[in-house]
């Protein structure tokens, strides 16, 4: 059932019939002059129309929005036509002759009513093409900041725990070598004490042997041992054995306070700085593109709506294809400014062709079958050097530099954003590989080498690029798959191939945020969306006629691959 206009809220995505009597068709045009909505095909009998050939008629979108019609309080029989400056009330064309307006200025409402609807259509315009996105972006930013501080919390809580168990650990060592030597001085006192008691034992048995002496001779036997006896020397009876008493250790206990231990287990400290604010697009820069002036303003509209006039094309055709002079093969392109071409092969030269694949300059680096060079924001050329490991810069005049060293880490593949400059390389050490990101000016500023289970994302990083979402994608040739993870670094999918194994090498994405990746040995080239779902398959084994390498698009939307046979194609996928 179609609904009536005032009906519909304004921004939905409605059904409006057409205003001409007896026609139930899908309202599309809007006259100005008849106030009057209008199909595609009474649109073209109005304009046939002797009379209403000249009349203004629009897109229902851009129609000139009609006045409400008002009766005038004071004089009901006039329309309100009219606003007074001075007191700011509708009037109509009978009150402008009253006392109470008398050499007041008045303004036709009709304009007024037009300003204020251009002045609305601006602000909505604002807040859909500026407000809304800016601050559902400044949303995702602070739902990444929750995801962010919730796993440094919880390495902090790991840490602490370790921490802990740690001086645990340490304080049972210590108090076992403490009662190790409780032991033993009590096994000392114990033995001088138990020598001590022999001693008095010995002691108390002589005694008792010289009772028994006396007594003899109390009560003799005979007049022999009474004479023995008396003829005796006095018997000196032998004094006590000294013993000393035991002196036991005295067990002091250490004084231990909560900041005695909170600095066994470290402290956390909160930076004492003033919170950055988060970075809001400029309102400038959002006004500049809701409302360019004149070829200025359809450029940018033309821009803005390319996605809305793409679409992937039924057929791929092929635009022109070339060979490239000084090469072996195509493992990698990077496109330059001024329609210039960067490709590499195997043995690590480097070219410069123009878009006929005529030679400009040649370098030898020491890359191999790697994406290894990028075209920066600046136009500039840099590259990774797989044996100094660092990553050279090639400027416009041709004036090789040192950029960025990697230390101990190898560089393989690198890609410059063209939107924020950032700088991704992939790289590998002692089995072990990772991406880094870089700002553009070189210095480190993110690696991702691990997903939430702690194992590995990579293998070998051997191409790499990024998405309009920020999304990061390698192309891991010895795992066979397509690895992808966010701008903070989760892992959010891996692509291995539709029933086949997948044999990645160059990767690239298009302004749709689709991920296009050459199957080598498959001969074409695998279409996906952002989400990793596979779409289509883009060339088909006769277009390519050979091995790929190596895939770019172009600022035309042309999909650019290079082959094992030197060959440079370029073909059209979207239309």
């Known amino acids: 059932m179609a609904l ?70 004071i004089h009901p029989t006039r329309q309100i036509e009219f606003l007074c400056e001075e007191c700011q009330i509708p009037i109509c064309s009978k009150c402008t002759a009253t006392k109470e307006h008398r050499g007041h200025i008045f303004t036709d409402l009709e304009i007024v009513f037009a300003e204020k609807c251009s002045f609305c259509r601006e602000e909505i315009a604002k807040i859909r093409n500026y407000f809304e996105p800016t601050s559902q972006d400044l949303k995702n930013e602070i739902a990444e900041d929750v995801t962010k501080i919730k796993k440094i919390m919880e390495g902090i809580r790991t840490t602490m725990k370790a921490e802990a168990q740690s001086v645990k ?36 048995n002589y005694l008792n042997d010289l009772v028994t002496t006396f007594y003899g001779y109390l009560s003799p036997s005979d007049i ?12 000196l009876i032998k004094p006590i054995p000294e013993t000393s008493k035991p002196d036991p250790p005295i067990f002091i206990a250490g004084q231990h306070s909560k900041e005695d231990v909170t600095k066994l287990l470290g402290r956390i400290t909160v930076p004492n700085i003033k919170p950055e604010n988060r970075k809001i697009k400029p309102m400038e820069t959002a006004s ?39 090469v072996l093969s195509v493992f990698h392109i990077s496109l330059g400014k001024s329609g210039r071409l960067w490709a590499s092969d195997l043995n690590g030269y480097l070219v410069q062709t123009d878009l006929q694949g005529k030679k400009l300059q040649k370098i030898q680096t020491s890359g191999e079958d790697e994406g290894y060079h990028t075209v920066t924001q600046d136009g500039d050329l840099i590259y990774t050097d ?14 090789i530099t040192e950029f960025i060293k990697t230390g101990d880490w190898v560089p393989l593949s690198i890609h410059s954003s063209h939107i924020n400059g950032d700088i991704l390389v992939g790289m590998t050490k002692d089995g072990e590989a990772k991406v880094t990101r870089y700002n553009k000016t070189g210095t480190a500023i993110q690696n991702i080498q691990r997903d939430n289970n702690g194992q590995a994302l990579y293998s070998v990083p051997r191409y790499i690029t990024k998405n309009i979402n920020d999304d990061v994608c390698v192309s891991d040739y010895n795992k066979d798959a397509v690895v992808v993870v966010n701008k903070s670094g989760q892992h959010r999918f891996s692509y291995t191939g539709q029933g086949s194994v997948l044999h990645p090498y160059g990767i690239c994405t298009d302004v749709f945020g689709h991920i296009l990746v050459c199957d080598t040995y498959g001969k074409t080239v695998h279409l996906l969306d952002q989400n990793g779902q596979f779409l289509s398959l883009l060339l088909s084994p006769q277009q390519a006629s050979g091995q790929i390498c190596s895939v770019c698009v172009d600022d035309e939307k042309n999909m650019w691959v290079g082959q094992l046979n030197r060959k440079v194609k370029v073909f059209k996928y979207l239309e």
């Open 288 to 326: 500049l593109q809701l409302k360019p002036a004149g070829k200025h303003r359809k450029q940018e509209i033309e821009k803005s709506d390319v996605k809305q006039t793409l679409s992937l094309s039924s057929s791929v055709t092929k635009v022109r294809e070339y060979t490239v002079q000084g």
């Open 224 to 235: 022999k041992n009474l004479t023995f006896a008396l003829k005796s020397e006095k018997v």
């Open 4 to 73: 009536s206009e005032s009906q519909i809220p304004p921004d939905a995505q409605h059904y409006l019939v057409c205003g001409t009597e007896d026609c139930k068709k899908n309202c599309q045009f809007y006259c100005n002059n008849c106030n009057q909505q209008m199909c595609e095909q009474c649109r073209e009998e109005h304009q046939k129309n002797r009379i209403t050939k000249n009349h203004e008629v629009v897109p229902y979108k851009q129609r000139k929005r009609q006045l409400p019609m008002e009766k005038c309080k």
């Open 169 to 204: 650990k340490l304080v049972d060592t210590v108090t076992s070598d403490k009662i190790e030597q409780v032991d033993k001085k009590e096994q000392s006192l114990l033995k001088t004490l138990n020598d001590q008691n022999q001693t008095i034992d010995d002691h108390i």
């Open 386 to 399: 797989k044996h100094n490991q660092v990553i050279n810069r090639i400027t416009q005049d041709n004036t």
